[in-house]
T-cell receptor, first 114, second 115 residues
Framework: DGGITQSPKYLFRKEGQNVTLSCEQN?????MYWYRQDPGQGLRLIYY???????QKGDIAEGYSVSREKKESFPLTVTSAQKNPTAFYLC?????????????FGPGTRLTVT | AQSVAQPEDQVNVAEGNPLTVKCTYS??????LFWYVQYPNRGLQFLLK??????LVKGSYGFEAEFNKSQTSFHLKKPSALVSDSALYFC?????????????FGGGTRVLVKP
């Protein structure tokens, strides 16, 4: 988990509220990613960014938004439009480009919406 | 399109016995392949990757993986499992020709090593 921090570790919100998850990295990576993990399922890509001020939708972007104003930071907002937001959220970063670059993951944020 | 399958939801093995976690993939071109491990309530930790060349890749914590192009497989192996290897293991693939660095992950295999 070194080099990527996610806060908070646990987050509780009421239904209908937007919530922002923090992700910071000090690995000097250009690319950053947000994944969602549900019990018994693999990781699903929400959004990714290859460079500052640019990002693309992943496979399950509906109900989420992101920004990439700084290289080190890639916050994820879970909006009230996300129908089932309770999940474990993982942020990752990597060197950008077409090489065989592994992604490095943060410790995750467990979001519970009631 | 790229995809990964991990056919076993769980693998049980006795400590000291060999451990194998299966992974098959599908890409239109040549693959980059990765294995990650996840401990409870933690992020994923990188174990090893296949780029090109030697089909047997050695990684962290005594793990290795064998790339088999004809069978489109990349099985993770450890000669002698430890109780501390009990965790969730993910295989991931990226098509070399795909733009960006998007990985596709398998559904994960839970490994339980019994003392």
């Amino acid at each position: 988990d070194g080099g990527i921090t996610q806060s908070p570790k646990y987050l509780f919100r009421k239904e209908g509220q937007n919530v922002t998850l923090s992700c910071e990295q000090n690995l000097n990576h250009d690319a950053m990613y947000w994944y969602r993990q549900d019990p018994g399922q693999g990781l699903r890509l929400i959004y990714y960014s290859q460079i500052v001020n640019d990002f693309q939708k992943g496979d399950i972007a509906e109900g989420y938004s992101v920004s990439r104003e700084k290289k080190e930071s890639f916050p994820l907002t879970v909006t009230s439009a996300q129908k089932n937001p309770t999940a474990f959220y993982l942020c990752a970063s990597s060197t950008s480009g077409t090489g065989s670059y592994e992604q490095y993951f943060g410790p995750g944020t467990r979001l519970t919406v009631t | 399109a790229q995809s990964v399958a991990q056919p076993e939801d769980q693998v049980n093995v006795a400590e000291g016995n060999p451990l194998t976690v299966k992974c098959t993939y599908s890409v239109s071109g040549n693959p980059y392949l990765f294995w990650y491990v996840q401990y409870p309530n933690r992020g994923l930790q990188f174990l090893l990757k296949y780029i090109t060349g030697d089909n047997l890749v050695k990684g962290s914590y005594g793990f290795e993986a064998e790339f088999n192009k004809s069978q489109t497989s990349f099985h993770l192996k450890k000669p002698s499992a430890l109780v501390s290897d009990s965790a969730l293991y993910f295989c991931a693939v990226r098509d070399i020709k795909a733009a960006g660095n998007k990985l596709t992950f398998g559904g994960g295999t839970r490994v339980l090593v019994k003392p």
